[in-house]
C-alpha cells in the first residue's frame, strides 16, 4: 500500500513548455485534490475532484488543467508554463468526503519555472 | 469565503515545555477539524481529527480541543521535543467542499 504517489519529485521548465504532473492513489479513494504551496500563502486547492468523472475548480485554478483518469489517477496539466507557477505541488485523496474522513498527502512535485 | 488563521506564525521553545497552537475559523458551521504536521520538503501528515460533536481529541502527548460555536480549535503539544519541530497546520472541514488550510505555525524546539 502506497498511499499516495506523485512524479515527478522535482521539474525544472522554462517559460512556454507544458507538463503534466502525476498523481496516483491505492486506497480505493473517491476524491482527489491538487493543491500548490507558496512561501507565506499556505495551501491553496488549483482543482478538486469529487468522484470519478468530476472536476471542480478550486481557488487558484487559471492556467492549469485536470483529468481524472480513472478513480486511482488525477493529473495536473500546465499547457504554457510561467514563473509564477514556480512552486511545490501537492496531492491528496479523501476516502469518501471530507466530513468524517482524514486526507492523506503525496510527498509533493517541486516545480521550477525560469 | 472561509478563512483559517493560525497563531502564532512561528514560535520558538526550549525542550521539554508545554505549549499551545491557536486555529481561528471564520464560519463556526465545521463539520470536523484536523491538525496536520509538515516536515520540511515534505508532504503533509494528519495528526488528529476532531468531530464538531467532539470537544478533545487526543493522541500521545497531542491534546486537539474544539469551540465551534467560538470558531477556536487549539492544538496542544505536552513535554515537546526536538523531533516535534515541524509546521503544524489546521484544516477545518465544512461538509462535502473541499478543506480549507491555515498558513501553519512553524515550531522549532531547541535541546
Known amino acids: 500500500n502506497a498511499g499516495v504517489t506523485q512524479t515527478p519529485k522535482f521539474q525544472v521548465l522554462k517559460t512556454g513548455q507544458s507538463m503534466t504532473l502525476q498523481c496516483a492513489q491505492d486506497?480505493?479513494?473517491?476524491?482527489m485534490y491538487w493543491y500548490r504551496q507558496d512561501p507565506g500563502m499556505g495551501l491553496r486547492l488549483i482543482y478538486y475532484?469529487?468522484?470519478?468523472?468530476?472536476?471542480d475548480k478550486g481557488e487558484v485554478p487559471n492556467g492549469y488543467n485536470v483529468s481524472r483518469l480513472n478513480k486511482r489517477e488525477f493529473s495536473l496539466r500546465l499547457e504554457s508554463a510561467a514563473p509564477s507557477q514556480t512552486s511545490v505541488y501537492f496531492c491528496?485523496?479523501?476516502?469518501?468526503?471530507?466530513?468524517?474522513?482524514?486526507?492523506?498527502f503525496g510527498p509533493g512535485t517541486r516545480l521550477t519555472v525560469l | 469565503k472561509q478563512e483559517v488563521t493560525q497563531i502564532p506564525a512561528a514560535l520558538s521553545v526550549p525542550e521539554g515545555e508545554n505549549l499551545v497552537l491557536n486555529c481561528s475559523f471564520t464560519?463556526?458551521?465545521?463539520?470536523?477539524l484536523q491538525w496536520f504536521r509538515q516536515d520540511p520538503g515534505k508532504g503533509l501528515t494528519s495528526l488528529l481529527l476532531?468531530?464538531?460533536?467532539?470537544r478533545e481529541q487526543t493522541s500521545g502527548r497531542l491534546n486537539a480541543s474544539l469551540d465551534k460555536s467560538s470558531g477556536r480549535s487549539t492544538l496542544y503539544i505536552a513535554a515537546s521535543q526536538p523531533g516535534d519541530s515541524a509546521t503544524y497546520l489546521c484544516a477545518p472541514s465544512w461538509g462535502n467542499t473541499p478543506l480549507v488550510f491555515g498558513k501553519g505555525t512553524r515550531l522549532s524546539v531547541i535541546a
Open positions: 486506497m480505493n479513494h473517491n476524491s
Open positions: 464560519d463556526s458551521a465545521i463539520y470536523n
Open positions: 475532484s469529487a468522484s470519478e468523472g468530476t472536476t
Open positions: 491528496a485523496s479523501l476516502p469518501v468526503t471530507a466530513r468524517a474522513d482524514t486526507q492523506y
Open positions: 476532531i468531530q464538531s460533536s467532539q
